[in-house]
């Protein structure tokens, strides 16, 4: 459990709460970041080829190519970030993936902030998993290595 300085808090007595969440905050984003992501990813799995021309219009050709790897990225991916296994190495093709969508609202369909904010947040949590690892609650965790 993490240890909160309860002496520097306004209410101290919501120190034990604080310690709590803190413990199960970070798996908790990561569970339902990787369970979004799978989701997200599934529909491409299903029909890899109806999502080529999206990943052409991205600039990656052939899409008949990439589009199967972006699903596999979001889906596997997302799987193995839930679970917490190989979280660095599925958050970081995740955070590339996420970073590509910036681009793609923010210069190529020109929206700037305003069409990429949710991909600007995505790739911000996947970011973290990258730095931080799966953490408490995570297969990584239970094997005692990470990526």
Do not use: N
């Not at 569970?31 to 990813?41: D, K, P, S, T, Y």
């Not at 029909?47 to 589009?67: C, I, Q, R």
């Amino acid at each position: 459990m993490s240890s909160i300085d309860r002496s520097r808090l306004a209410i101290p007595a919501l120190g034990g709460l604080y310690s709590v969440l803190a413990c199960i905050a970070t798996p908790l984003l990561r569970v339902c970041a990787g369970l979004i992501l799978m989701v997200h990813g599934w529909p491409k799995i299903q029909a890899p080829l109806k999502y080529a021309g999206m990943t052409e219009s991205l600039g990656f050709h052939p899409g008949v190519f990439w589009s199967p790897l972006l699903a596999g990225t979001e889906f596997i991916g997302g799987l193995l970030l839930a679970i917490g296994f190989l979280t660095r190495f599925a958050a970081a093709g995740a955070t590339v993936v996420l970073l590509v969508t910036v681009y793609f609202h923010w210069v190529v369909q020109g929206q700037g902030l305003a069409g990429s904010e949710k991909s600007i947040l995505w790739s911000a949590i996947t970011l973290l998993f990258v730095a931080h690892g799966g953490g408490a609650f995570s297969v990584d965790r239970l094997l005692k290595r990470e990526f």
